[in-house]
């Protein structure tokens, strides 16, 4: 079946890059995304790359697609004590629910 | 848009009770999913519905839950009777395409 992976920690100094890591299993995958939780929250969508893109580019986010390795990354350029959170990779077929990975816990110190 | 409505919020229930959340999709929403989340499992997906019919219930952990969905703009997921282990965060998402899926703020509830 369908499984993505993530390591469960990661911790940065405020003002450096964050790269947070996935791998998914499902060659079939057509959508990846990120989404962000915050304490409380609910899930915030932050991107999606299509399987046919190797990299997408928003603001400080930059989504990298190694479509071969099947590996996600999501990397946070001069990341901010508001970047602390919990980030999830899940991926789909396009039609059908995301899978989505455990999480990992983004720690920014000052 | 108001975004994926959810409520109540926190719930504090006893075990052996019924308890029942609900969920209003962003309006033109045709697909609707319940999750929950907890520290161990992450985030399990429970039941989803495509144009209010139930597509995929195969992640409703046991007899003891249910999920309906009378309308477009109203869903709700049922657990009777209600023990501890099903203490978590129950959220809700909707989407009219895969590209962008929306989560409620999530009900928390607790069975003692």
């Known amino acids: 079946g369908e499984d993505v992976e993530q390591s469960l920690f990661l911790s940065v100094r405020e003002g450096d890059s964050s790269v947070i890591n996935c791998t998914y299993t499902?060659?079939?995958?057509?959508?990846l995304y990120w989404y962000k939780q915050e304490p409380g929250a609910g899930l915030q969508l932050l991107t999606y790359i299509f399987s046919n893109m190797d990299m997408k580019q928003d603001q400080r986010l930059t989504v990298l697609l190694n479509k071969k390795d099947k590996h996600l990354s999501l990397r946070i350029a001069d990341t901010q004590t508001g970047d602390s959170a919990i980030y999830f990779c899940a991926e789909s077929m396009g039609n059908t629910p995301l899978v989505f990975g455990k999480g990992t816990r983004l720690s920014v110190i000052a | 848009d108001a975004g994926v409505i959810q409520s109540p919020r926190h719930e504090v229930t006893e075990m052996g009770q019924e308890v029942t959340l609900r969920c209003k999709p962003i309006?033109?929403?045709?697909?609707l999913f319940w999750y929950r989340q907890t520290m161990m499992r992450g985030l399990e997906l429970l039941i989803y519905?495509?144009?209010?019919?139930?597509?995929?219930d195969s992640g409703m952990p046991e007899d003891r839950f249910s999920a309906k969905m009378p309308n477009a703009s109203f869903s709700t997921l049922k657990i009777q009777p209600s023990e501890p282990r099903d203490s978590a965060v129950y959220f809700c998402?909707?989407?009219?395409?895969?590209?962008?899926?929306?989560f409620g703020p999530g009900t928390r509830l607790l069975v003692l």
């Open positions: 998402a909707s989407r009219t395409s895969p590209e962008t899926q929306y």
């Open positions: 519905f495509n144009n209010n019919v139930p597509i995929d």
């Open positions: 309006s033109g929403h045709n697909s």
């Open positions: 499902d060659s079939s995958s057509t959508y």
